[in-house]
């Protein structure tokens, strides 16, 4: 699982961007980089972010700013566990998209 930590352009939070950024090193199965979003700007339009910091997990944002410890593990345990996707499944619409008669 790759997890790529985003720092913000401002700096802000970058204390904890780092401070999670070891824990999630400290685990030794997870591939963990730290990136500055000034030096990677295609991340911003490729990702639709407008700022950061925020949590990439294997290509998906999962978190826009930094949460805390345990839901960060929370989040981790979970798409570990979770079998992987079917490519070209079908998508079920929500039931509030469809349409009601007049």
């Known amino acids: 699982m790759r997890i ?13 961007v780092n401070a999670l950024a070891q824990e999630a090193k400290r685990d030794g199965t997870l591939e963990v980089s ?3 979003l ?3 700007a ?5 990702l ?14 999962e978190f826009i700013g930094i949460p805390s410890l345990s839901d960060f593990w929370k989040r981790v345990k979970f798409l570990q566990e979770r ?12 039931q509030t998209s469809v349409e009601k008669p007049l």
């Open 4 to 16: 790529e930590f985003l720092k913000s352009p401002q700096g802000y939070e970058d204390h904890r």
């Open 34 to 36: 730290i990136l500055n």
């Open 48 to 61: 639709k972010l407008r700022y950061g910091p925020a949590i990439v997990i294997d290509d998906r944002i």
């Open 83 to 94: 079998p992987p996707a079917v490519p070209g499944a079908p998508v079920n619409p929500p």
């Open 42 to 46: 295609d991340l911003l339009g490729k």
């Open 38 to 40: 000034t030096d990677r």
